[in-house]
Nanobody
Framework: QVQLVESGGGLVQPGESLRLSCAAS??????MGWYRQAPGKQRELVAT???????NYADSVKGRFTISRDNAKNTVYLQMNSLKPEDTAVYYC???????????WGQGTQVTVSS
């Protein structure tokens, strides 16, 4: 059974930083990533990382956010710097089973950027 445990969200002021973590268990995972959903908006991709370390970012976060992973710990991280109010959203971890390619979602963690 796959379990995802997210942590690291919170309330910060514009320009500050946060680091999100998502620890996955139960499978070996290929792609891992982060998505976000702001109130009244659709869920959108933030960043993904392959098992080999190839990354992909939304244009809105390029240069500010960095995704990384530790395969030994089955954990994916999102370092968020220079946060803006428009980054406010619930952030969801997503992972894919390397054998079945089935996707799994975390429970979400709230990130609020406000002065």
């Amino acid at each position: 059974q796959v379990q995802l445990v997210e942590s690291g969200g919170g309330l910060v002021q514009p320009g500050e930083s946060l680091r999100l973590s998502c620890a996955a268990s139960g499978r070996i995972f290929s792609a891992m990533g982060w998505y976000r959903q702001a109130p009244g908006k659709q869920r959108e991709l933030v960043a993904t990382i392959s098992r080999g370390g190839n990354t992909n970012y939304a244009d809105s976060v390029k240069g500010r956010f960095t995704i990384s992973r530790d395969n030994a710990k089955n954990t994916v991280y999102l370092q968020m710097n220079s946060l803006k109010p428009e980054d406010t959203a619930v952030y969801y971890c997503n992972v894919n089973d390397i054998l079945t390619m089935r996707g799994y979602w975390g429970q979400g963690t709230q990130v609020t950027v406000s002065s």
